[in-house]
C-alpha cells in the first residue's frame, strides 16, 4: 500500500502547475486507467484525541456540503447545447432544474429533478399546445456519494466546482427526450441524434457562476472508450421562478459561426489569481499562484501561448511554451493539447489522446474557459493522476491587461 511519502510533487506537463501523483503501478507494471490509488492517509499527531480530529473533520466536511448545497437549490430555466468535438452545434434543448434538499448535519441530501421539453407535435387546429416536459430525477447528492462518487471540488467563495459522473444515464436520457421525446423507440441510432458512448473513459463537469448574474455554465466533457474527445455539453441556466420563464439573461450559444470570431477574445495578454483545492484521498490542501497567459497569431497564422504561473510566496516560476494551429473551431497544440472554441465565449480543452497520457504516465487536465463580459474570464481545470483519478481542481480569475 503507497504511503503519503510516496508520493512525488511534479509539473503538470499540460498547464505547468504542480500537482501530486502517486508512483504506484499495477502488479503487471503497466498502469491501470481506472484503478483507485490506495493512498494512506497521514497519521494524525499525538497532541490531539483521534475523536476529536475525526469530529473536526466530519463538521469540516458538511459545513462544506451545506455551502455547496446553498449554492445549487432553486429553480434553474435555460438549455442544453451539445457540439461535437470540433464545435459544432448538434442539438439545443430547453431545460429546467429545480433542486432542494432535506435532513441535517451528516444526514442532507440534494435533490435535483430535471425537466426536459418535449419536441413540439403537429396541432391540427393550427394552435400551438401547451408544452410537453419529461421527468428525470438525478441521483442524490450526499456525503457518501460526494467521495465515493461525484468527487466534488468546490469552490465556495469563487462559486465554482468540479464533479465527475460513473455514467452518461442522465445525458443520454435528456438527449433523447429533447429530441425524439414519446417517439423515443430505444434505438441506438437516429439521424437527428448522437448519442455518447455508453462506456465513456471519462464524464467531468466543470461549473462556473457569473460574476454578474445569477446565472451559471455547467460545461461537460464526454471522453470515448479510446480517450478521445467525442463531444461536449454546456447547461446554460438562470436561477429563476418555479414555472416561470423569464426574460433569458444570457446570450443563446447557437449563433456564432466563425471560429475567428470565438478566438478573437482570447487574443491577448491576461493576468491573474489561480486557487488549487486537491481531493480528499490526496488531503484538503491549497495552493495558490500568480498567473500570466499570452495568446497570439504569429506572422504564419500559428498561434503562440505562453503561461507563466508563480506560487503565491514567490518561491516557484513555471513557464509553458506552446505552439498550435486552428482548423475551423478546433486549436491543436504541439504539447499533444486541444481547444474547442464555443459560442458565447466559451472553450473547452483536453488532451488530444488520453490514453496516450496515461501509457506515457502522465497526468492530463480537462479544461473550461468562460469570459463571460470583455476582458475578464473564469476557468475550471480538472488534473487528473496518471491512473485517470481526478486528484485536483484549480480556479483562475484572469483580467486582460
Known amino acids: ?98 433542486v432542494s434538499s432535506y435532513g441535517e448535519d451528516e444526514l442532507i441530501s440534494l435533490i435535483q429533478t430535471l425537466y426536459i421539453k418535449q ?118 441556466e438562470e436561477r429563476g421562478q418555479e414555472r416561470g420563464h423569464g426574460v433569458t439573461l444570457f446570450p443563446s450559444l447557437e449563433n456564432s459561426k466563425d471560429s475567428t470570431n470565438k478566438l478573437m477574445p482570447f487574443l491577448g495578454r491576461w493576468k491573474g489569481h489561480s486557487i488549487t483545492k486537491r481531493s480528499g484521498v490526496y488531503g484538503a490542501t491549497i495552493a495558490e499562484a500568480y498567473t500570466a497567459v499570452l495568446l497570439e497569431i504569429d506572422e504564419k497564422g500559428q498561434l503562440i501561448q505562453d503561461i507563466t504561473l508563480t506560487t503565491s510566496d514567490g518561491g516557484i516560476t513555471t513557464n509553458v511554451h506552446w505552439m498550435g494551429c486552428m482548423a475551423e473551431n478546433l486549436v491543436t497544440f504541439d504539447g499533444g493539447f486541444q481547444i474547442t472554441f464555443l459560442p458565447g465565449g466559451m472553450y473547452m480543452g483536453c488532451p488530444c489522446d488520453v490514453a496516450k497520457s496515461v501509457a506515457e504516465s502522465k497526468s492530463f487536465h480537462l479544461e473550461f474557459c468562460w469570459l463571460e463580459s470583455p476582458g475578464k474570464r473564469q476557468r475550471l481545470v480538472r488534473t487528473y493522476d496518471v491512473e485517470g483519478l481526478a486528484v485536483s481542481s484549480t480556479y483562475f480569475y484572469e483580467t486582460k491587461m
Open 1 to 98: 500500500m503507497a504511503t503519503i511519502s510516496s508520493i512525488s510533487r511534479t509539473k503538470s506537463p499540460i498547464q505547468g502547475f504542480p500537482v501530486y501523483v502517486p508512483k504506484s503501478r499495477s502488479s503487471n507494471g503497466r498502469v491501470s486507467f481506472f484503478q483507485r490509488p490506495r493512498i494512506q492517509a497521514a497519521k494524525f499527531s499525538a497532541a490531539v484525541p483521534e475523536e476529536q480530529k475525526n469530529r473536526s473533520k466530519k463538521s469540516m466536511s458538511v459545513d462544506s456540503l451545506q455551502r455547496f448545497f446553498d449554492l445549487n437549490m432553486g429553480h434553474w430555466n435555460g438549455s442544453l447545447y451539445q457540439f461535437d468535438y470540433k464545435g459544432n452545434l448538434l442539438q439545443k434543448i430547453t431545460t429546467k432544474l429545480a
Open 119 to 236: 419536441p413540439p407535435n403537429t396541432s391540427i387546429s393550427g394552435v400551438d399546445p401547451e408544452p410537453e416536459w419529461a421527468e428525470y430525477k438525478i441521483k442524490e447528492t450526499n456525503m457518501f456519494t460526494v467521495d465515493k462518487y461525484q468527487q466534488i471540488e468546490f469552490f465556495s467563495k469563487e462559486r465554482a466546482f468540479s464533479l465527475r459522473y460513473q455514467t452518461v444515464g442522465m445525458l443520454e436520457y435528456v438527449l433523447r427526450q429533447g429530441v425524439l421525446g414519446e417517439d423515443d423507440t430505444g434505438e441506438e441510432s437516429h439521424k437527428n441524434l448522437k448519442l455518447p458512448s455508453s462506456q465513456p473513459s471519462i464524464v467531468c463537469e466543470n461549473c462556473l457562476y457569473s460574476q454578474d448574474k445569477d446565472m451559471r455554465a455547467r460545461a461537460f466533457h464526454i471522453m470515448d472508450p479510446k480517450g478521445f474527445l467525442e463531444m461536449v455539453l454546456v447547461f446554460l
